[in-house]
Structure formats: C-alpha cells, structure tokens
C-alpha cells in the first residue's frame, strides 16, 4: 500500500527557512518513479515546486523556486525532503509530496503523478 506523510509545516518569519519531509512507504526512493512537490495557497490553483527523479537523481524546480528550495532524499529513512529558505509571504501554502513516474518533460503535470500526501500547512509571516 503507497502511502506519503507530509510533515514540517509550520509558521515562520518571512526571510526564514523550512524543512518539510515526505516519508513514503509501498515503495522505495530507489525505485523507479518521482517524488513531486506541489503547493496551493489561499484561493490559488494548486501549482508545481519541484521534483526529484530517483534512479537518477535529478531534480527540477519551478521559477519560484530556484535558487531558494532544495529538494534531496534520503533512501535509508525512505523520505523526500523539500528545504525551503528566504521564505515570502507567497510562499504560504499548503505543501503537498506526490509519487509518479513522469517522463522529464512532464515532471509539472500533476497528472503524472498517482498518490498524493495529506499536505502540511505553511504560513509565512511578515
């Protein structure tokens, strides 16, 4: 059974920084496949982060979010983690970790991607 826990979610200063997790089980982060990081914030479309391919280890990232998050995974606690520093306001979301398979050209349709975690909250404050 795939299953993927966010966690981390929080409340922080904006400027700061934020670690969230994605711990999954049902498979391994060795396998093949992609672990995908999505966002909604109020009254907004849910929107791409980034993504981290696993047999080859690439990652991808939207606009917002080069040069400040970093997506890297650890296969021996079987979790995704998306590191989140410089923090805005329009950074606050939901945070969402989902596992598919997408080729690389299509690491940003939502589709691609087959279990999704519950979300974790981030408020960003000014």
């Known amino acids: 059974q795939v299953q993927l826990v966010e966690s981390g979610g929080g409340l922080v200063q904006a400027g700061g920084s934020l670690r969230l997790s994605c711990e999954v089980s049902g498979f391994t982060l060795d396998d093949d496949g992609a672990i995908g990081w999505f966002r909604q914030g109020p009254g907004q479309e849910r929107e791409v982060v980034g993504c981290i391919s696993f047999a080859d280890i690439m990652t991808y990232y939207a606009d917002s979010a080069k040069g400040r998050f970093t997506i890297f995974k650890d296969n021996t606690k079987n979790t995704v983690y998306l590191q989140m520093t410089s923090l805005k306001d329009e950074d606050t979301a939901v945070y969402y970790c989902?596992?598919?398979?997408?080729?690389?050209?299509?690491?940003?349709?939502?589709?691609?991607?087959?279990?999704w975690g519950q979300g974790t909250q981030v408020t960003v404050s000014s």
């Open positions: 989902a596992f598919g398979d997408p080729p690389p050209s299509a690491w940003r349709h939502e589709a691609e991607y087959t279990f």
